[in-house]
């Protein structure tokens, strides 16, 4: 209760304090989403550039007609 008492006293609100926190998490959350994002962008990279060097190298499939099945 001491805390709160001397907040109001030198005129710091207990709201204000409290919108303060939230909006320091706030930023914080998004600033970390952001780091994160850029630490894993190399190995997004990797996955797509293995993804499309397997797709160049895989033969394609002939074509193949929907009325196949029938014909059997």
Do not use: N
């Not at 997004?44 to 009325?67: D, G, H, Q, T």
């Amino acid at each position: 209760m001491g805390f709160f008492l001397m907040l109001v006293l030198t005129g710091i609100s207990v709201l204000g304090v409290l919108m303060a926190l939230v909006a320091g998490s706030l930023v914080m959350l998004f600033a970390g989403l952001f780091v994160t994002a850029v630490k894993l962008l190399p190995w997004l990279l990797l996955a797509l550039a293995a993804a499309w060097v397997w797709r160049a190298l895989k033969k394609p499939a002939p074509p193949r007609s929907r009325f196949d099945s029938r014909m059997r």
